[in-house]
């Protein structure tokens, strides 16, 4: 059972900063992983009062603040009608609705999680985190990055008129996925987020010039990536299942049958 001896509230990010700056505090999300540790920590940091659980939309962009819940990104009118309802499909399977009304956006991403249905998809629409000490930083880079104290405020995705579409496969409906696969277009290039290898989600661009077979294509984008064994399944059979379902994206997106 995860514990704590002291629950502070933030009516600040740079409070929430300096407190998090302590090696024995932990900000929380909406804690739906962390209790389930064995942890014991000093001080836990709640973001839920800093307005923060919200999906902003202008002209430009969709900003998803870090405390905004799952359920909240899945049921998002404006986020599904721009990205064909992508963020339902990357959603539905994650244990339950009770689970996805607290589970928040800001936790699934700053854990960086190999199973993350989450960071699969936002990588392939080229999102962005906002840090408050670290700026905007590039999510298939801050994927890469150690963990640090820093504070995730909350993820932007550019309104650039790109197409996307997302699946996974999975031993049985809300179990954690095999394989996740999320493939973008934006004009003639293509950009590929494979997560669940188990590792986390990495992202492949690859130009459409390069050539015009979406099965080729998917080949050289999966056999980019690393893939490994567990009790869900082997790495060779997780690699074979991200060419298909590449593949099956791609064309999807194309619009062929």
Known sequence: MFKAREYVKAESLEQAWQLNQKKSSVIVGGMMWLKMTNLTKGTIVDLSGLGLDNIEENEEEFFIGCMCSLRQLELHQGLNQYFGNIFKECTRHIVGVQFRNGATVGGSIFGRYGFSDILTCLMALDAKVELYKGGIVELAEFAKMPYDKD??????IKKDKRKAAYITQRRSSTDFPLIA?????LQNKWYVSIGARPGKACLVI?????????????????GQMIYGDNVRGSGAYRKDLAVIYTDRLMKQLEGVE
């Open 181 to 185: 696969c999320c493939v973008g277009k």
């Open 206 to 222: 690859l130009d459409q010039g390069e050539c015009s077979d979406t099965l080729e294509l998917a080949k050289k984008a999966a």
């Open 151 to 156: 504070v995730l405020v909350g993820i932007r």
